[in-house]
């Protein structure tokens, strides 16, 4: 019998590199997969559907929402954002590890409602390299920018009193396979 796969929810602020970090990760892992949420924003450029989110209507979105199809939704910067459920649990049954590479406001409905999931927070650097990531991507519009602003939404506060992470690398999914035995 194959054992069933384990998620990972990868958390933090925009512009922390949650999506860079999972996407390197899964480069050299071929046991894990990287969800594919859905939102309800435009395609920015050179993103394609399928591949980066499915683009969807906010009334397809309201529609899964209806009939149960996300394991968690999420509205930021006035765009709605969600993980479509069937495919995470299809691909945790089939044995593969999933990654989802989501923000703070879906990753604790997930924890709600599948506490056995390995959850990480990515902080960045320093506030003022956040800042600079996010001014640098060009992909706000007027006043888009003050959702995604460090300091003004987000805290990162670690129980021993760092303000920077250690890199962990494959520490961390390490660390999810000894809690839960594998």
Same mark, same amino acid.
């Given at each position: 019998?194959?054992?069933?796969? $384990?998620?990972?929810?990868?958390?933090?602020?925009?512009? &922390?590199?949650?999506?860079?970090?999972? @996407?390197?990760?899964?480069? %050299?892992?071929?046991?894990?997969? $990287?969800?594919?949420?859905? %939102?309800?924003?435009?395609?920015?450029?050179?993103?394609?559907?399928?591949?980066?989110?499915?683009?969807?209507?906010?009334?397809?979105? !309201? *529609?899964?929402? *209806?009939?149960?199809?996300?394991?968690?939704? *999420?509205?930021?910067?006035?765009? /709605?954002?969600?993980?479509?459920?069937? *495919?995470? $649990? !299809?691909?945790?049954?089939?044995?593969?590890?999933?990654?989802?590479?989501?923000?703070? =406001?879906?990753?604790? @409905?997930?924890?709600?409602?599948?506490?056995?999931?390995?959850?990480?927070? &990515?902080?960045?650097?320093?506030? @003022?390299? $956040?800042?600079? /990531?996010?001014?640098?991507?060009?992909?706000? %519009?007027?006043?888009?920018?003050?959702?995604? =602003?460090?300091?003004? /939404?987000?805290? #990162?506060?670690?129980?021993?009193? /760092?303000? =920077? #992470?250690?890199? #962990?690398?494959? #520490? &961390?999914?390490?660390?999810?396979?000894?809690?839960?035995?594998?």
């Amino acid at each position: 019998m194959k054992n069933k796969g $384990l998620l990972f929810v990868v958390s933090g602020p925009s512009g &922390v590199g949650k999506g860079t970090i999972c @996407q390197e990760y899964v480069k %050299t892992h071929d046991d894990s997969v $990287l969800s594919i949420s859905a %939102t309800t924003r435009a395609p920015r450029e050179g993103e394609k559907h399928g591949v980066n989110y499915y683009y969807i209507t906010n009334e397809e979105f !309201e *529609a899964g929402i *209806a009939k149960g199809e996300f394991l968690e939704n *999420a509205v930021f910067c006035g765009n /709605r954002y969600g993980t479509p459920k069937k *495919a995470v $649990l !299809e691909m945790l049954e089939s044995g593969k590890n999933v990654i989802l590479a989501i923000e703070v =406001q879906g990753a604790m @409905q997930v924890r709600s409602h599948y506490p056995e999931g390995v959850f990480v927070f &990515v902080i960045p650097p320093s506030l @003022q390299e $956040l800042e600079n /990531r996010l001014r640098g991507r060009n992909t706000e %519009t007027d006043g888009g920018s003050d959702h995604r =602003q460090p300091g003004k /939404r987000c805290h #990162a506060v670690f129980p021993d009193g /760092r303000r =920077q #992470a250690d890199p #962990a690398d494959d #520490a &961390v999914c390490d660390c999810g396979r000894l809690r839960t035995g594998r």
